[in-house]
């Protein structure tokens, strides 16, 4: 992705172009609409010329205004300009405006060529095509891009509002422009699923416009976040940034399989059921907008398995990892229908529901979770747990190659290293795991004991948690290396290199109170901490490498849960200054925080180095901020009561965050 390519989306429909705002036919860019690309090839050109952009830029995340001029022509002399107007809601509207800027009569000829290779996403992604059979309908004022694979079909209407001369692969418009005329062309692009055709909801002008069925404007749900003001501009910017790409990423509910305004994982290959992530992000975003994590706990439940399935890695109340809705899914040659790969999102589900119920009061839907509660416990008792030892643990059992071999957030094939830089062989159980394990045991005893009023199942889980943390403190404790490990491997031996993960252990409240002070100035260490973030792996290890996706890279959401897990066990000083250098490097970022970025140390530049490829705007990257907020204010919902311990990073004296929603009221923060 090049830093001037223009993205606008609007919740599974994203538009990947040029800065001229072109689809260059050959790359991953187009019209992606549920995970299958509806425009691979989108070519504007006027006299056969390209367009050289003069502008070109987001209007809101739905939307974009490029303007362009003959390449080949004078910037100071242009003699026709060109406007292009982007809108994305379910379909598009693009609108086309040529002005002649002369006082002559100008003969212009205005060319769209078009067409789709209806690429599944996972197949753009990895930078191939689309197969199956291809054909096209045209008439006077339309063209129909039709393909059929399998059995199953997808097609793409272009409708003109004026008449050219179209053809199965573009439209040609002969204008003669008076002096200063202005000209213009409305053009629909509707995406056609399952024989049901899927409109653009904006049309001319749609800038700053509300589309249906998203519960809240993009105005509504910023004047509902809590109000920012810090003596730090830039965290300000951040703040706003964050709340921005937050919105941005809500899929957009459809009635049909997403009938939730959750967050998405990420632009532009994730934008779909995500759970990890959406969970996650529902989670940091608690404090600022808690419908979210209603919206994902609703979600992920009506998808929540129910019978085992080897080829979606599918146990009976096993929460799920990824839904697609693409040619691969319908045609039955991915398990991501949805995918259940991930033995983490389960234990987090049961974490976000009760604290969504200690920030929101909301005892009705939780009691409404109850049949998934108890199926997701049993899930965490059972299945997860294949040799009864007492630890969940993973081991990939679907042939598909799109299946994962590992269920954690570090989701890489390499990211499960010893030490000495080999890798380990499943069933693997994670420290990771084992901390959300006990965490979620904890908080789904109080829901019961509170909500349900079942104090015999509310005290076999506590006991049930207090055991399993003396059983991890004596396993995944390295005697050696004097920190705890990674994981243990499918022989039981500890895979001992020093992750990150550390600092989730503190987040769930598993570490041995004794090692706290040793893990926390641990993590401090130059090796772990870049001075931007928390790397991923120490650089100590021989795994590491600043450019390895799991393996020595940063990421903001896991170095966030790392600061919260040292405020938790209070070490404020070591979270303020972790939360001070995530600041730091979202500004360095143009105050918008990708999904990972190098483990380069810091060092006097003050410049981080991007990771190639990196999600941008992506959900828990976009909520690392907020989580960040949260831990310098030492938010804390007990017993129905906000508690604060504020606690700021060295050069910040200020932050008020006013009117936070706390169990049906606002509550201002200093």
Not at 207 to 229: Q, R, V
Request: glycine fraction near 8%.
């Amino acid at each position: 992705m090049r830093s001037d390519d223009l993205i606008i989306l609007d919740g599974c429909t994203f538009f990947y172009s040029c800065a001229n705002g072109d689809v260059e036919t050959g790359n991953n860019q187009g019209l992606f609409y549920r995970d299958v690309r509806h425009l691979s090839s989108w070519l504007l050109r006027l006299d056969g010329g390209e367009l050289e952009p003069l502008t070109s830029r987001r209007v809101d995340y739905y939307s974009a205004r490029v303007v362009c001029k003959k390449r080949e022509e004078p910037e100071d002399r242009p003699s026709v300009s060109l406007r292009r107007d982007r809108f994305v809601s379910e379909g598009v509207h693009e609108d086309v405006v040529l002005e002649n800027l002369t006082r002559e009569p100008q003969e212009v000829r205005l060319e769209l060529a078009y067409g789709s290779d209806f690429a599944d996403v996972m197949e753009a992604e990895a930078g191939g095509n689309g197969s199956g059979r291809h054909w096209q309908e045209a008439s006077a004022r339309s063209v129909v891009l039709w393909n059929e694979r399998e059995g199953y079909r997808r097609g793409t209407s272009l409708s003109f509002n004026r008449k050219g001369r179209v053809t199965k692969d573009r439209v040609t418009f002969s204008l003669k422009l008076r002096p200063q005329e202005i000209w213009s062309l409305c053009i629909d692009v509707t995406p056609i699923v399952d024989g049901k055709r899927w409109a653009p909801l904006l049309r001319c002008g749609g800038f700053h416009e509300h589309a249906d069925k998203m519960p809240m404007t993009l105005d509504e749900w910023l004047d509902d976040a809590p109000n920012l003001e810090s003596d730090d501009s830039a965290l300000e910017r951040t703040y706003r940034q964050s709340l921005l790409d937050l919105a941005a990423l809500r899929v957009r509910p459809d009635d049909v399989t997403i009938k939730w305004a959750m967050p998405g994982g990420g632009l532009p290959w994730f934008m779909t059921v995500f759970g990890r992530d959406s969970l996650t992000t529902a989670y940091q975003a608690i404090p600022f907008h808690q419908e979210l994590a209603q919206a994902t706990l609703e979600a992920l439940a009506e998808m929540q398995a129910t019978e085992w399935d080897n080829w979606r890695d599918a146990e009976p109340g096993k929460m799920p990892h990824e839904l697609r809705r693409g040619t691969l899914a319908a045609t039955g040659q991915i398990p991501h229908t949805p995918y259940y790969g991930a033995h983490d999102t389960t234990p987090l589900w049961l974490i976000v529901l009760d604290e969504y119920e200690r920030w929101s009061g909301d005892v009705a839907f939780v009691r409404k979770m109850e049949p998934h509660l108890r199926a997701a416990l049993g899930w965490l008792e059972g299945p997860a747990d294949p040799d009864g030892d007492g630890y969940i643990e993973y081991r990939k059992r679907s042939s598909s190659d799109k299946a994962l071999d590992n269920h954690c957030w570090r989701d890489s094939h390499d990211s499960m290293l010893f030490a000495d830089g080999r890798q380990a062989e499943p069933p693997i159980a994670t420290a990771e795991h084992q901390g959300l394990a006990y965490d979620a045991r904890l908080r789904t005893a109080r829901l019961l004991r509170e909500i349900f009023d079942d104090e015999e199942e509310a005290e076999r889980l506590e006991t049930q948690g207090a055991a399993l943390k003396r059983r991890f403190n004596r396993d995944f404790w390295s005697m050696k290396r004097r920190h705890y490990v990674l994981a243990l491997d499918g022989r039981k031996q500890q895979v001992d290199s020093l992750s990150s993960d550390v600092g989730h252990l503190l987040w769930s409240g598993i570490v041995d109170e004794k090692r706290v002070g040793a893990m926390v100035r641990r993590l401090m260490q130059e090796d772990i901490f870049s001075g931007w973030g928390i790397r991923s792996m120490s650089a100590n290890d021989e795994g590491y490498n600043p450019l390895a996706y799991h393996c020595g890279t940063v990421w903001p959401h896991d170095t966030a849960i790392v600061a919260e897990g040292m405020r938790r066990y209070g070490y404020r000083d070591e979270a303020a200054e972790v939360c001070r250098s995530l600041f730091d490097a979202a500004e360095a970022f143009s105050n918008q925080l990708p999904e990972v970025f190098a483990g380069f140390p810091r060092d006097d530049t003050g410049v981080p180095v991007e990771y190639p490829e990196a999600l941008k705007p992506q959900a828990w990257a976009a909520g690392a901020p907020l989580l960040a907020l949260r831990t310098i204010l030492g938010l804390d919902p007990v017993d129905g009561d906000l508690r604060r311990q504020p606690h700021l990073p060295e050069n910040l004296s200020k932050v008020t965050l006013s009117k936070v929603g706390f169990r049906g009221k606002y509550v201002d923060l200093t």
